[in-house]
């Protein structure tokens, strides 16, 4: 069975002060990971997709890797609108596209 | 990427009634999917609705309780039928986007039930 893990489940941060998010995962033949950012009363919002062992992209502060079990959002340096709750998600080659989340890490950074 | 809305973005319903979400999308999409997101919970998918066939459900759904319609290519609509206080969640669609297998959510709507 797919699945996706995140941790910590919540992240309290300094402003300036790097850190990163873990999002362990176990599919049965990766097609795509995704992260989505999502603040409160809103609907996620796509920040990247990865899709094979040492790919990285990065927007801004934020930089994703990828290996073959686990998945790191980066944070570099993070601001107070920074603070949301970060979502990993995984689709799976024999799905009909549909995504398998983990339950999201809530950041606050702090000014 | 796709702009999607939802409506109604909040509703508060009592049990036993019912309520219809429609998602709306400003360009044509072949997949659309619905996704419950309970407190503290990840994002489960309800179904997958595809335009012209019938929606194909996730174990633990059926669709007399979540009878969906995907009349064209920019439109569907959920419904959440004979609706309990368990039924209070946050109920999103999302899209594919075009050539990726990257998907967009709409805005969400917040549902309460007393």
């Known amino acids: 069975e797919d699945q996706v893990t995140q941790s910590p489940e919540a992240l309290r941060l300094q402003e300036g002060e790097s850190s990163s998010l873990n999002c362990s995962y176990t599919?049965?033949?990766?097609?795509?990971l995704f992260w989505y950012r999502q603040d409160p009363g809103k609907g996620p919002e796509f920040l990247f997709t990865l899709y094979s062992a040492g790919e990285e992209k990065e927007k801004e502060r934020l930089k994703a890797t990828l290996t073959k079990k686990e998945s790191f959002l980066h944070i570099t340096a993070p601001k107070p609108e920074d603070s949301a709750t970060y979502l990993c998600a995984v689709q799976g080659r024999g799905s009909q596209g549909n995504l398998i989340f983990g339950k999201g890490t809530k950041l606050s950074v702090k000014p | 990427s796709a702009v999607i809305s939802q409506k109604p973005s909040r509703d508060i319903c009592q049990r036993g009634t019912s309520l219809t979400i429609q998602c709306q999308v400003d360009s044509q999409v072949t997949m659309m999917f619905w996704y419950r997101q309970q407190p503290g919970q990840s994002l489960t998918l309800i179904a997958t609705?595809?335009?012209?066939?019938?929606?194909?459900?996730e174990s633990g759904f059926v669709i007399d309780k979540f009878p969906i319609s995907r009349p064209n290519l920019t439109f569907s609509t959920l419904t959440v039928s004979n609706m309990s206080p368990e039924d209070s969640s946050i109920y999103l669609c999302?899209?594919?986007?075009?050539?990726?297998?990257?998907?967009?959510f709409g805005p969400g709507t917040r549902l309460t039930v007393l």
């Open positions: 609705a595809n335009q012209g066939s019938e929606a194909t459900y």
């Open positions: 599919v049965s033949g990766l097609r795509g």
């Open positions: 999302s899209v594919g986007g075009r050539n990726t297998d990257t998907q967009y």
